[in-house]
């Protein structure tokens, strides 16, 4: 991972971190922020999920310019955020965009809460 990936500074105590394991097995470390205050700024990459028996499944990830710029992201977004139980950002650095390979590894992400709790 990047040394430019960091998480967000916690001010807010609804807010918990996640560990998330994507399709090629790495883990990453995501912060839940409730849906209806999701902000897509710039410099986040967003994970939107849906519970089930096993856990957590990611339903859509992107970044506010995968929706500006994508019509295929925008319609997978507008079709999740319906759906979806909570929503999780990683905070990357002002300049940095997420690499599209961390994308591809998290759309197949699975959380599992008893392996790995917060």
């Known amino acids: 991972m990047s040394e430019a990936i960091r998480l967000i500074n916690l ?3 609804d807010h918990s971190v996640a560990d ?3 399709r090629t097995g790495r883990t990453y470390t995501l912060t839940r922020t409730k849906l209806a ?3 897509m700024a710039g ?3 967003c994970l939107l999920s849906k519970h089930n028996e096993l856990g957590e499944d990611a339903l ?3 970044t506010g310019d995968n929706l500006i710029h994508d019509e ?3 319609r997978a977004f507008l079709k999740a955020v319906h ?3 909570d929503a999780y950002v990683l905070e990357l650095a002002d ?3 997420p690499p599209l390979t961390m994308i591809w590894d998290l759309e197949a992400a699975h959380r599992d809460p008893e392996r790995h709790a917060a």
Request: proline share 0%; glycine share 8%; aromatic share 8%.
């Open 72 to 74: 295929q992201s925008r």
């Open 37 to 39: 205050d999701l902000n």
């Open 60 to 62: 859509w990830v992107g």
């Open 95 to 97: 300049d940095e965009m």
């Open 43 to 45: 410099n986040q990459l």
């Open 83 to 85: 759906i979806a139980d």
């Open 20 to 22: 998330w394991q994507g």
């Open 11 to 13: 001010r807010n105590s």
